[in-house]
């Protein structure tokens, strides 16, 4: 049942209907009927997985018990890496034990021993990165004495499965979302008019613009060795936006949904391809994925406090993390590499935190140093994205010898009309304005300052809505539900 369906949409009005007519004001009832909503929003995506969901959910809630009431750090450790080592146990098996098999097999095949390992012919569960990353949060907060165990299952289990979330976050943390689950939630009509503009502007981002790119990047990649340097460099910046008004897209729905429901997510993005450096494109790109590793592992592994060879250390194992966590992929790996690599100057060098605040501030246009800032950072983040769209590291590099090519500097050919190539160009031009425009605020379309009359801002939704219905044709999947 993806978000961008019809389906969704009635289940969405059966479960605000329940939630606000019939249970309002009654907590409890309103969490259970969330939980069981939650529940059967998963079961549409594949009803057998649902036993793991829930598996997971049960191993964390006892589990956080068990730490919460152990009478010494021993036992209470005990619990905390038995729930770390099954839920990664999970994990594991699904998503990386054919990557696994099959990488031994290449590694034994080429010193002459041959091995025909056991795969596993089963499918990647989806969202399971995404809850599992839930529960062991949970779980660490409990044992590092950040939050106490939760006793109410129903509780527990909407902050694990809330809907919105649950298939391709944001990630969230139990210091921030069970607070909410266990307080009173009363209508707020700003709040969900505001939620609804950014169900819009989710839409509008993964049905106009990611889609759009979508069909041009993967004929494209699908045919590399076809295309000149030039269609190459085009292909991987459909990519660049494909990928980032998905995913973004994706998290702009999730956030304006929960705000039906009387919730605030974490943000998941805040303009990264507005970032003057790697390090401030992190900041604002997949942030709940990015400060879970922060605050889970990099930090833990001493983070930057440390001597250079230590700080180059984490550094390289939290994007390395990052990239096996996006898939059991060789070039997902040499993408959280090369992220690595991109950033380290500035960790090195101490200018990791220049860009605090958004590009511009205040201003209509960056100064020229900014604008060049941005181009470079832009470049470094397409050069990595074209190992993560690649289907392997081989084509990835035949990729990146194809562009850097005599006819690197030719004009663009695609077996599309020009009328359909420069249409997919507008779009994108238009929706970086918009973007650029709206940078200040928690997403682009939020306030709409620089349109002045309510007139105007009325007809700019309308308008929204009747370019997203001429552009919706089948529904494509999100990128991050492999995930």
């Known amino acids: 049942m993806l978000f961008n369906s019809f389906g969704f949409g ?10 606000w007519f019939v249970f309002n004001q009654k907590l409890q009832q309103q969490n259970l009927l969330l939980m069981a909503a939650s529940y059967f929003f998963y079961a549409c995506w594949d009803w057998r997985f649902l036993f793991l969901l829930i598996f997971s959910t049960l191993l964390d809630y006892f589990t956080g018990l068990k730490m919460y009431e152990a009478k010494n750090q021993r036992l209470k450790t005990f619990w905390l890496w038995l729930s770390i080592t099954i839920n990664l146990g999970f994990l594991g098996v699904f998503k990386y034990y054919n990557f696994f098999a099959a990488s031994l097999a290449s590694v034994c095949a080429d010193i002459g021993i041959h091995l025909s390992p056991f ?81 819009l502007w989710g839409l509008f981002k993964k049905a106009v613009i990611a889609d759009q790119c979508a069909d041009y990047a993967n004929l494209i990649f699908a045919n590399s060795a076809h295309y000149s340097g030039s269609t190459l460099v085009l292909g991987a910046i459909f990519f660049a936006f494909q990928i980032y008004c998905d995913f973004s897209g994706y998290s702009d729905m999730a956030l304006g949904i929960a705000r039906l429901f009387g919730f605030e997510l974490l943000r998941n993005f805040a303009f990264p391809y507005f970032s003057r450096d790697m390090a401030e494109f992190w900041r604002r790109w997949h942030i709940s994925l990015s400060s879970w590793f922060r605050d889970y592992l990099y930090i833990p592994l001493g983070g930057s406090k440390t001597g250079t060879w230590l700080k180059v250390r984490n550094t390289l194992i939290i994007f390395l993390v990052s990239g096996f966590w996006h898939g059991a992929n060789w070039t997902f790996i040499i993408w959280g590499l090369l992220n690595a690599l991109f950033i380290l100057p500035s960790i090195l060098l101490k200018t990791n935190r220049n860009h605090l605040e958004i590009v511009a501030k205040g201003k209509a246009l960056p100064t020229p140093r900014e604008f060049i800032q941005m181009v470079i950072t832009f470049i470094q983040v397409i050069f990595a994205w074209i190992f993560f769209r690649a289907d392997s590291v081989t084509q990835a590099f035949k990729y990146i010898g194809g562009i850097f090519s005599k006819s690197l500097f030719s004009v663009p050919e695609l077996d599309v009309s020009k009328e359909q190539l420069l249409e997919v160009i507008l779009l994108i031009i238009t929706f970086i304005i918009v973007e650029w425009q709206g940078r200040e605020s928690q997403y682009a379309i939020e306030k709409l300052t620089w349109l002045r009359k309510r007139g105007y801002r009325l007809a700019f939704y309308y308008t929204l809505i009747i370019v997203i219905f001429l552009f919706t044709g089948k529904e494509q999947q999100f990128i991050y539900f492999q995930f």
């Open 119 to 199: 795969t596993l012919n089963v499918i990647l569960p989806v969202g399971i990165s995404f809850y599992t990353f839930h529960g062991l949060s949970y779980v660490i907060d409990v044992y590092k004495g950040r939050i106490k165990a939760e006793r109410n299952f129903i509780d527990y289990s909407l902050f694990v499965s809330f809907f919105p979330l649950l298939v391709a976050g944001p990630i969230e943390r139990a210091t921030h979302l069970l607070p909410q689950v266990k307080a009173p939630r009363k209508f707020d009509y700003q709040e969900a008019i505001n939620g609804l503009r950014q169900i």
């Open 10 to 19: 009635i289940f969405l009005i059966v479960v605000f209907a329940l939630y």
